[in-house]
């Protein structure tokens, strides 16, 4: 069967080779019963090429969490998937004993390899169902909730405006477009037909003034913020960070000098993946950022 290279096509391929391109990083090896991805472009490979739709040890129902600890809910970014994003990070989080889970959201038509494009206020409710879904498989009151890019818009919207907080213990939201990003500010008619989670994403869209009147934060959650100083898609950088009473700030070039890290290539980092698992664990780290 011929392949038909649509607009739609090319327009998300795009968007997310860039992404691709700007994920130089030292690839994961992290060792342990699952197997990380060693960077975005394996676990690219590995979803279109070779039908891998989850991260290794993602989705393990079977999996019940200790007592000391809940379930983790991933939730991917634009132009994105489960198997993109968290190549790396679900297995080194199923390492440590965690129950991981994810679900791929936001496909502007069924069998797209982009996901992430639909409206974030549809897609938050689609977290909010899939965390309802874990709890009961799973037994537990609360999750834990990790979300990138978009992802972490979504966790904070998610929490605030569809009453999340109350099935979440902690939220750790890795270069999170929470106040938006000035990229969804340049005008393309064609992208922003296709991706409305891209216009969402602009500084001023009505989304982003529902959910920032008032704190964006909620009581009983503690969240954490991990941004990189070299990231060119969420800008400026600064804005990713959440100014608020409890929020834990951190630049991770404040954990580890020089290192140079993207935006997506946070997630394939294994120095930045193992200060992540130690803020989904709940340990604190302190920084002169925070």
Partial sequence: MAIQFTRRWILAASA????????????????????AKANWTSSFLSQVLGGQTMPDGV?????????????????????????????????ALANQNLCVYSIDYGAAESGDWFKGVGPVDESAQRIADFVKFVKTTTGRNKVT???HSQGGLIGFYY??????????????????SVNGTS?????NRDLVEYCLACADQHPRSALLRELKTGAITMP???????????DKVVVPVENQFVKEPGV???????????????????????????????????QSIRTASN
């Fill in 16 to 35: 997310l080779l860039t992404l691709a391109a700007c994920s130089t990083t030292n690839p994961a090896s992290l060792s342990g019963q699952y197997q």
């Fill in 59 to 91: 989705n393990n129902w079977a999996c019940r969490p200790a007592e000391n600890q809940n379930p983790v809910v991933l939730i991917h970014g634009t132009f994105s998937s489960s198997m993109y994003s968290f190549g790396a990070l679900g297995p």
């Fill in 145 to 147: 909730l990790v979300g």
């Fill in 159 to 176: 929490l605030k405006m569809l009453q999340g907080a109350a099935h979440v213990d902690r939220f750790v939201a890795l270069a999170p």
């Fill in 183 to 187: 990229i969804a500010k340049t005008p």
């Fill in 220 to 230: 009983g959650v503690q969240y954490s913020v991990l941004v990189t100083k070299n």
């Fill in 248 to 282: 834990q700030n951190i630049y991770i070039q404040d954990l580890l000098p020089g290192k140079r890290v993207s935006h997506s290539g946070m997630l394939y980092d294994t120095e930045t993946l193992d200060l992540i698992v130690k803020l989904v664990q709940g």
